[in-house]
């Protein structure tokens, strides 16, 4: 577990490296730099996996869409992180097939079953592995009568994972991080990394919870801070990082979908108007509901605060799903929650500004050699699947100049981690809750073990109870007079905290009350 928050320990503990994110990159990089024998300490500004580890598609992706790009390299690095990570956290991830279904014709045919042919090719080469991988369907009658309607003339499946929870992740790894000797504080911010004479010294924080500004002192800052991170680049260094962002909407519905993700494509006028643009949205079971998306916008801001889609972009997203696949029966009385990110996107030239590529490789910089201080590492990781070994690659950098010789990296051979649960209650499961008694259970072991502050914390990245939609009253009420007991909240402060997650979603547009647990919630 990771224990109480104690920001007190940053600024009086003596460490080696400073992690500043509590994303899931930050989250391998402490656990690697602790295992390698660094003194290491993590802080995050806001909760751990607020920002877009929480909002990615909840895939461990095998590599197919780098294998598109013949990317050989990064589709291997894929196949093999997502079985690193099936191993480290299997009651976090199960198996999924993804169907692509085929267009009329015999083009689209040829091309998914020669895709067929060569990823499974390159799954046994990479993996060693023997089976498939994947298969073409050639018409509606080979695949399953289930989900046979939405590719009415075949197509290709690929078997892939999917992650359950990536807030549970992110805590599990954090746990092993801790359990080898690593300090983590949430809701305390960087803001300002430290250095002289061209060498790094620490950071400046700032505890959000007391307002204490202090030091903390190490001579190596690896920054993971996500679409943060690039406020922190120092000015020093010769260029600001080459990357943007765009925007991504999932949704969670209660909609019963068939056991396989579903990847809709279709081709729209890019956002000038001068090129096609392509989209793929994908559609699949997850803890008895739908997890519906991305829907990926470019020109994605960041914001100062945590990222939320509006009412609005919900609405026009159900309604672009609504027109475009009537058979999903989505409309916004179905959808229960929703969550956005911010993912790195590189555009394709000042001739078509409209379209744009989300990046399948992580921004990697070493700031000493681009005349910023030594000491300072940046990493922008592009997916979940390849966190650890983007990780991995920055505590490399660190390893190769310490002044003393360092165990290497033990992250992709470790056993399985012992926190890779559900929630800190794990009896609780993946689905809704209804039980005032369990919900207070629930938050006073979040508070205890997992730093959880808020009702947010504890529905949302302790458990996946609130990504099934607002709790009844009575289960806030259970949980907010839990939480008061262990915060030493007052009554009034209780209900500010209620009201105050309650407006979360009335801010989405989806504040209509979970009313009973649905079928399955507890796949």
């Given amino acids: 577990m990771i224990g109480s928050r104690e920001p007190g320990r940053l600024e009086r503990d003596q460490f080696d490296l400073v992690v500043i994110g509590g994303g899931i990159l930050g989250a391998f990089i402490a656990w690697d730099a602790t295992a390698r024998g660094l003194r290491t300490a993590l802080m995050e500004r806001d909760d751990f996996s607020a920002g877009t580890s929480s909002a990615s598609g909840r895939v461990l992706h095998g590599g197919l869409r780098a294998l598109q790009h013949l990317d050989v390299s990064a589709a291997a690095e894929s196949l093999r992180e997502r079985e690193i990570i099936a191993h480290l956290a299997p ?45 073409f369907a050639g018409s509606r009658h080979d695949l399953d009568p289930a989900f046979s ?30 359990d080898g000797g690593a300090v983590v504080v949430n809701r305390v911010e960087c803001q300002e990394i430290l250095s002289s004479n061209g060498r790094v010294e620490g950071v400046q924080a700032l505890d959000r919870e007391s307002g204490n500004l202090f030091q903390v002192s190490a001579p190596w800052v690896l920054n993971a801070a996500g679409p943060w991170a690039v406020d922190l680049w120092p000015a020093e260094s010769s260029a600001r990082p080459p990357v943007s962002f765009a925007r991504g909407i999932h949704l969670v519905a209660d909609l019963r979908v068939p056991q396989i ?106 700031h000493r050699e681009r005349g910023g201080p030594d000491g300072l590492i940046t990493g922008i990781s592009v997916k979940l699947t390849t966190a650890r070994a983007v990780a991995e690659r920055m505590v490399d950098r660190v390893a190769a100049r310490f002044d003393r010789s360092l165990a290497p990296c033990s992250t992709a051979t470790a056993d399985p981690l012992p926190f890779a649960l559900p929630s800190p209650v794990p009896s609780l499961g993946f689905g809704p809750l209804e039980n005032p008694a ?35 009253r009575d289960v806030l009420d259970g949980a907010g007079m839990a939480l008061a007991a262990a915060l030493e909240w007052s009554v009034e402060r209780r209900e500010i905290e209620i009201r105050r997650f309650e407006e979360f979603y009335d801010r989405l547009g989806l504040s209509r009350r979970v009313s009973g647990a649905p079928p399955g919630a507890s796949d």
């Fill in 91 to 135: 009651g976090l991830s199960r198996p999924l097939p993804f169907l692509f279904p085929a267009a009329a014709g015999i083009t689209d045919q040829v091309v998914l079953r020669t895709a067929a042919a060569v990823w499974n090719s390159f799954a046994r080469s990479a993996l060693g592995a023997s089976g498939s991988g994947a298969q």
């Fill in 149 to 178: 309607n939405w590719a009415p003339h075949g197509g290709l499946v690929v078997h892939d994972r999917q992650l359950i929870s990536a807030e549970r992740l992110v805590l599990a790894v954090l746990a092993a991080a801790v």
């Fill in 261 to 366: 993700a579903l990847g809709l494509t279709w081709t729209e006028q890019s956002v000038s108007g001068r090129v096609p643009r392509s989209r793929r949205v994908f559609v699949m079971p997850w803890a008895g509901s739908a997890l519906i998306g991305a829907s990926f916008e470019p020109g994605g801001l960041v914001p100062s605060g945590p990222i939320e889609p509006s009412a609005d972009e919900i609405l026009r997203f159900v309604t672009e799903m609504s027109r475009r696949w009537p058979g999903l029966e989505l409309s916004m009385d179905r959808v229960r929650y929703a969550v956005a990110g911010l993912y790195p996107i590189f555009g394709r030239g000042p001739s078509n500004p409209g379209t744009f590529s989300v990046a399948r490789r992580p921004l990697i910089c070493d």
């Fill in 438 to 472: 369990e919900a207070a259970r629930l938050a006073a072991a979040a508070a205890d073990r997992e730093q959880a502050r808020t009702l947010a914390d504890v529905f949302l990245r302790r458990s996946t109870i609130g990504q099934h939609g607002l709790p009844a």
